[in-house]
C-alpha cells in the first residue's frame, strides 16, 4: 500500500527575471515500511523534493498524497503561493501525526539533555503517541527508545558531552517518539565518519524492519542507495528511476 505518493509534481523558483524549475514534474510511489532513497547529485532537487514531502516546501503544482490524505486537495497552487491559515493549520497538524525528521545537523536543543530532547516532540501537538500514551506509558516509551539507540546511560547528558554519532542517535528517539509512520532524513550520514555513518545506517534500518516505519532519505551517499529498497533517481529536477 501506497503511503506516499507524488502526481506530476512541480517546484519552481523566481530567480530574478528567469524561472527555474527545481522539481519538474515529479510522480512516483513509496510504499509503507520501505527504506526508499531520494538520489542524485549536489543541486539535483533531491532536497526540495523531500521538503515538500515533508510538507515544508509548497509545490508550485500537482499533488501529495500523505496516507491516502491529498493534502493540497482543491487549493490553489502555484510560484507565489500563499499559504492561508486554513492550510497552514492542515500541514501543521499532519507534519505532527505523519512525519519524523532527521536533519544531518542534528538540531538537538542545547540546554537539554538527551531524555528532555527526545520527549519533547510529545509536548508539541496530537503526534499517536501523545495522544494515546499516557505519563507512564510515555516514560517507558522513551526508556524503550533511548534503549534500542544505546543511550540509556548517555539519558542526563547534554548534547555538547556526545560524539556526533551519539547525538544523531538522539535524534533518530526524538524522530520516532512521536510513533509518525514515515521519517525523512535528509543527508543523515554527512556529518559522521564512515565508521558512525555505518552504525546510524544499520540502526536505521533495522527499525525500519523492526517497526514497520518507512525512511526516506535525501542522499548522494552510495552506501545509502545500495541499502535501500527502492531508490528514486533524480537529475536537474527530473526523476530519471
Request: cysteine-free.
Amino acid at each position: 500500500m501506497a503511503i506516499i505518493e507524488l502526481k506530476n509534481v512541480s517546484k519552481i523558483y523566481q530567480m530574478e527575471k528567469v524561472q527555474v524549475k527545481a522539481v519538474d514534474n515529479a510522480s512516483f510511489t513509496i510504499e509503507k515500511g520501505e527504506f526508499a532513497a531520494i538520489s542524485g547529485p549536489s543541486g539535483s532537487g533531491k532536497s526540495t523534493l523531500l521538503n515538500m514531502i515533508g510538507l515544508i516546501d509548497l509545490p508550485a503544482s500537482g499533488s501529495i498524497i500523505i496516507e491516502g490524505i491529498d493534502v493540497y486537495d482543491g487549493i490553489k497552487l502555484g510560484i507565489d503561493a500563499k499559504v492561508p491559515l486554513k492550510l497552514d493549520t492542515k500541514l501543521t497538524e499532519l507534519r505532527r501525526s505523519h512525519l519524523g525528521f532527521i536533519f544531518q545537523t542534528f538540531n538537538l536543543i542545547p540546554v537539554l539533555d538527551v531524555w528532555e530532547n527526545v520527549e519533547l516532540p510529545l509536548s508539541l501537538g496530537k503526534s499517536v503517541a501523545s495522544t494515546t500514551l499516557n505519563s507512564a506509558q510515555r516514560k517507558e516509551w522513551i526508556e524503550f527508545l533511548l534503549e534500542t539507540v544505546g543511550l540509556t546511560k548517555w539519558k542526563n547528558h547534554k548534547p555538547s558531552e556526545l560524539s556526533g554519532g551519539q547525538r544523531q542517535r538522539v535524534a533518530i528517539a526524538r524522530a520516532l517518539v512521536t510513533k509518525a509512520p514515515i521519517i525523512l532524513a535528509d543527508e543523515p550520514t554527512a556529518n559522521l565518519d564512515s565508521k558512525n555513518g555505518d552504525q546510524i545506517l544499520e540502526l536505521m534500518k533495522k527499525l525500519s524492519s523492526d517497526m514497520g516505519t518507512t525512511f526516506v532519505f535525501s542522499t548522494h551517499d552510495a552506501k545509502i542507495v545500495a541499502m535501500s529498497d527502492h531508490v528514486i533517481k533524480i537529475r536537474d529536477g527530473i526523476i530519471t528511476e
